[in-house]
T-cell receptor
């Protein structure tokens, strides 16, 4: 089993749609959770951290369920510029290391 | 603004050449930096953890004599791909964290092409 598993994608959605990505992780000791986005041939950039209480940043909402070891990202009112690969990232196996999911590709269509 | 700088961004060289990539933390001290590699359409894979003042910790399957890491100061880690071959062509990215559970910030990455 992969340490971090994501929806395989790809997701092709029209502008304005709402899209949700899911992610599960296997290390129950993980304490930090993030969503990064990676544009084609670029480095990953932090989109948002994920907190236990859930958090929102504009059109983006992240949720964490520690009991189920599950993380989600919701994007509302999709824009063309949201097209990217979204990476679910969990800290571990050591506290300072990060483990990346394989990413979910999103394409927002005009 | 950028907090981690990586250089060079693009390298094209002949097989057998050694290539050095630099990773700098710009406004904080990083006792630990990370080196990743990403092949096309694949996820980032951690290669090694670079520890300031001590030996790097390599992930399973990564040859330490092939990928030399030096972390001589709190703001600079270097990765040298020794005697590079075409199969070493990849996107190499470094990252660093300000610590305390904060997220990692990535350098711009180095696209290495070995002919």
């Amino acid at each position: 089993r992969k340490e971090v598993e994501q929806d395989p994608g790809p997701f092709n959605v029209p502008e304005g749609a709402t899209v949700a990505f899911n992610c599960t992780y296997s290390n129950s000791a993980s304490q930090s959770f993030f969503w990064y986005r990676q544009d084609c041939r670029k480095e990953p950039k932090l989109l948002m951290s994920v907190y236990s209480s859930g958090n929102e940043d504009g059109r983006f909402t992240a949720q964490l369920n520690r009991a189920s070891q599950y993380i989600s990202l919701l994007i509302r009112d999709s824009k063309l510029s949201d097209s990217a690969t979204y990476l679910c990232v969990v800290n571990g196996p050591s506290a300072r290391q990060l483990t990346f999911g394989s990413g979910t590709q999103l394409t927002v269509l005009p | 603004g950028a907090v981690v700088s990586q250089h060079p961004s693009r390298v094209i060289c002949k097989s057998g050449t050694s290539v050095k990539i630099e990773c700098r933390s710009l406004d904080f001290q990083a006792t630990t930096m990370f080196w990743y590699r990403q092949f096309p359409k694949q996820s980032l894979m951690l290669m090694a953890t670079s520890n300031e003042g001590s030996k790097a910790t390599y992930e399973q399957g990564v040859e330490k004599d092939k990928f030399l890491i030096n972390h001589a100061s709190l703001t600079l880690s270097t990765l040298t791909v020794t005697s590079a071959h075409p199969e070493d062509s990849s996107f190499y990215i470094c990252s660093a964290s300000k610590g305390g559970g904060q997220p990692q910030h990535f350098g711009d990455g180095t696209r290495l092409s070995i002919l």
